[in-house]
């Protein structure tokens, strides 16, 4: 039985995994975006979106098969890694030859030798996934924070030293090579896979369905997150590209993150409350309270503040940015939403249903960036991105009503985003006011937008340890057993072990 206090200190652990990786990322896009030009960092949106496909179907779902089953055996281990090994075998041959046709395609040559380079990374992610998922499974999410946040700070390191040195798109391609590989190595050695060659059909069976099932879902989130980069790169020149990635990556690395860290946490426990539909109900009704409390409000500051996060992240040559950006950051929540809902999908084994929601969703957008384009531009494809998230959200929670909650589904159309809108009213527009006050005594806007997320986030911290209630009823839930976590365990007799977190 999974335990609360286990829920939310693994939720902890996974919140400093993605404060590392959000902190991180951001610099190192305000870095390279002053040491490469935009039609470099185009050439490698085009790159990273054939990477991302091949990520995606890579391990054919196996490692969320894993993760779904409520009990695993060594061979269903065994099974996951050699099916996903021969998938991601295949994957890398097809991608070695077909790189000059993209290439030509994109009339970018150099994509030739960039994604038979990259390609690698699928190997790795293939050998990894097992592990990654039997962490997971087990909460053991202080080891993920290692293997994931840690390693992908240094991967950003690397990358920021190889483009100063002049390696230009190739030094994101080794930043990337590096990331994978270190993660590798370090889940396979916190959690050894012990093989045999081979793997029986009967545990093959029980993963691939849902596997294949999963691996359909992701081509479909594959063209709504990254897919729509390769329509969009054949819309526009290498440069106005590159604007529109860095505008839509710093969009998805908020939301994307955000996600990670509920959805990691809140897929193990409701697979292990799957017999009780109130159990189910409550873990899925709390995670997106409790994400969206973070998420309305720092959507609305990030909106009000889109210029003054150009300027600290891509520097003044960026600012046609800004319009886009402002457009992008309305899909945080609901974007978010949509992607809880699909995971408790999964947990529901609604697979066929929710792929035929994804097709819908992939067709929608697809003809909507056409249309937005011809109409008004990047702007314009800017908005048919959110009217498709809209859509997506209302098909989702059609789905929810139908199919999962039928008696409780009321209560999440409105619910989960109350604590936000509060939020939103009594510390964004505050903080607003007081950036006017400091921006008539610091003529730099971002120094006095430094000054002013430094003091919103000392009180945000003060008010986390002392009085909770300011940020609303979602952390004080969370509060007590999140800081446990910081104070030492005392011995309660003489003699007697201290239980360490590893045997909890």
């Known amino acids: 039985m999974v335990k609360k206090k ?25 870095v390279m975006a002053r040491l490469l030009q935009k039609s470099e960092l185009g050439v490698f949106a085009l790159l990273n979106s054939f990477m991302n496909f091949g990520n995606m179907i ?13 009990e695993t055996e060594k061979q269903h281990v065994n099974a996951a890694f050699f099916s996903s090994m021969l998938l991601a075998a295949i994957i890398y041959i097809a991608i070695f030859i077909l790189a000059p046709f993209a290439a030509e395609f ?53 990358g920021i ?36 060659l081979g793997f029986t059909k009967k545990h093959w069976k029980d993963l691939i369905g849902y596997g294949s099932g999963l691996t359909l879902i992701r081509v479909n989130n594959y063209i709504v997150n990254f897919g729509i980069i390769l329509e969009v790169g054949k819309l526009v020149s290498a440069a106005v590209l590159g604007v529109f990635d860095r505008s839509f990556r710093i969009m998805n690395i908020p939301q994307r993150f955000f996600y990670d860290m509920v959805q990691r946490v809140m897929m193990p426990a409701m697979v292990k409350k799957n ?13 997106l309270s409790l994400i969206n409390s973070a998420l309305v409000p720092l959507t ?24 886009l950006l402002q457009v992008f ?37 697809c003809v909507l960036i056409y249309i937005g384009y011809v109409s008004a531009g990047l702007t314009g494809i800017s908005w048919s991105i959110f009217v498709s998230t809209l859509i997506s959200y209302v098909i989702m929670i059609a789905i929810v009503r139908k199919r999962i909650f039928q008696n409780d589904w009321k209560t999440l159309v409105f619910r989960p985003y109350y604590n936000g809108v509060l939020l939103s009213i009594g510390w964004v527009i505050p903080a607003y006011l007081l950036y006017r006050l400091l921006h008539i005594f610091i003529a730099d806007e971002i120094i006095a937008f430094s000054a002013l997320c430094t003091v919103v986030g000392a009180a ?45």
């Open 6 to 30: 286990q829920v939310i200190q693994s939720g902890a652990w996974q919140m400093l995994n993605v404060c590392v990786k959000v902190i991180s990322q951001f610099g190192y896009y305000a």
């Open 58 to 70: 890579g391990d054919g779902g196996m490692g969320d098969a894993l993760l779904q089953r409520k």
């Open 106 to 158: 994109y009339n970018e040559p150099q994509l030739t030798s960039s994604l038979r380079v990259f390609s690698i990374i699928f190997w790795f992610a293939a050998m990894y996934s097992p592990s990654f998922a039997m962490l997971q499974k087990n909460f053991r999410f202080r080891k993920i924070f290692i293997a994931d946040g840690v390693m992908l700070l240094l991967s950003n390191v690397l």
């Open 161 to 196: 030293i190889l483009a100063y040195k002049g390696f230009g798109v190739m030094s994101l391609v080794w930043s990337q090579i590096f990331y994978f590989g270190a993660e590798l190595l370090t889940l396979l050695f916190y959690y050894p896979l012990r093989l045999k």
């Open 275 to 287: 017999d009780n539909e109130k159990g189910t109900y409550k873990v899925f009704s709390k995670s």
């Open 300 to 323: 609305v500051f990030l909106i009000i503040f889109s210029k003054q996060v150009v300027l600290i992240l891509l520097g003044r040559k960026w600012l046609d940015a800004v319009p």
């Open 329 to 365: 950051f309305l899909n945080l929540p609901l974007r978010t939403t949509s992607s809880l809902g699909d995971t408790l999908m999964r947990v529901h084994g609604l697979i066929r249903l929710n792929l035929i929601r994804k097709v819908q969703n992939s067709v929608i957008i």
């Open 460 to 504: 945000a911290l003060v008010a986390f340890i002392k009085k909770p209630k300011l940020l609303g009823s979602d952390i004080v839930y969370i509060q007590k057993d999140f800081l446990q976590m910081f104070k030492k365990k005392k011995k309660k007799q003489k003699g007697q072990p201290i239980i360490t977190d590893e045997e909890q």
